[in-house]
C-alpha cells in the first residue's frame, strides 16, 4: 500500500464551486505539505503543517485553505475555485531526525480542471 | 532566504551520453540539498540529498552530485544515459531557520534518445 494517498486523484470542477482535495499518510511523520505544481514554475508550496497544531501559509496560500484532521490526515480547500487554480497539486510528508531534515515523500497527486 | 535556479528547462542527451543537469542554490546558512525524480503522472521520489556530510553523494540509478560551496552549485551527473532516465528532475534546497521549509527549482526535464 502506498504511503502517501491522495483523493481524488482527477478532478474537473466549475468556477466558484468549493472543492477539497484529501491526503492521508501511513508514515507517522508529523509534517505535512500541499504544492501545486504548473509547468515551468516546479512545485510551489500552499500550506504547511509542522504538527496538528501548528499550520503556515506558504508562498500562495491566497485562495486556499486546509485542515489537518489529525497526524495523518492534511486537507485542502478551495473555497470558490477559479480557472487559474487548474493544476496538479501534490501532498507529501517529511520528518526531522537527529536536527537533520529528512527527504519528502510524496503523494501520486490530484490533476484539478477548473471550468 | 534559500533558493533555487535549475539552469536549461530541458536537456537532451544521446543513449549512453554523459548527464549534466545544473543547480545553483542561494542559502543564508549551510544548506540541505536534495534532487528529485518525477516519471510521468507520478509523485516526485528522491534521487539523493546532501546533509553536510561526503561534498559527493551518490543516489539511486547510478546518478551522483557534487555540493560545491565556493560555486553555490548542487550538478546531478549519471556516466551514462539510458531511456528509463527520461524524467523531470527537481533541485530543492533545505535549511535550518524556522523549521527546514523546503524551495523547489523549476525542474529540469530530460529527454534520452535512442
Known amino acids: ?115 | 532566504a534559500q533558493s533555487v535556479t535549475q539552469l536549461g528547462s530541458h536537456v537532451s542527451v544521446s543513449e549512453g551520453a554523459l548527464v549534466l543537469l545544473r543547480c545553483n542554490y542561494s542559502s543564508s546558512v549551510p544548506p540541505y540539498l536534495f534532487w528529485y525524480v518525477q516519471y510521468p503522472n507520478q509523485g516526485l521520489q528522491l534521487l539523493l540529498k546532501y546533509t553536510s556530510a561526503a561534498t559527493l553523494v551518490k543516489g539511486i540509478n547510478g546518478f551522483e552530485a557534487e555540493f560545491k560551496k565556493s560555486e553555490t552549485s548542487f550538478h546531478l551527473t549519471k556516466p551514462s544515459a539510458h531511456m528509463s532516465d527520461a524524467a523531470e528532475y527537481f533541485c530543492a534546497v533545505s535549511e535550518d531557520t524556522g523549521g527546514f521549509k523546503t524551495i523547489f527549482g523549476a525542474g529540469t526535464r530530460l529527454f534520452v534518445k535512442a
Open chain 1, 1 to 115: 500500500d502506498a504511503d502517501v494517498t491522495q483523493t481524488p486523484r482527477n478532478r474537473i470542477t466549475k468556477t466558484g464551486k468549493r472543492i477539497m482535495l484529501e491526503c492521508s499518510q501511513t508514515k507517522g511523520h508529523d509534517r505535512m505539505y500541499w504544492y501545486r505544481q504548473d509547468p515551468g514554475l516546479g512545485l510551489r508550496l500552499i500550506y504547511y503543517s509542522f504538527d496538528v497544531k501548528d499550520i503556515n501559509k506558504g508562498e500562495i496560500s491566497d485562495g486556499y485553505s486546509v485542515s489537518r484532521q489529525a497526524q495523518a490526515k492534511f486537507s485542502l480547500s478551495l473555497e470558490s475555485a477559479i480557472p487559474n487554480q487548474t493544476a496538479l497539486y501534490f501532498c507529501a510528508t517529511s520528518e526531522v531526525a537527529g536536527g537533520i531534515i529528512g527527504e519528502q515523500f510524496f503523494g501520486p497527486g490530484t490533476r484539478l480542471t477548473v471550468l
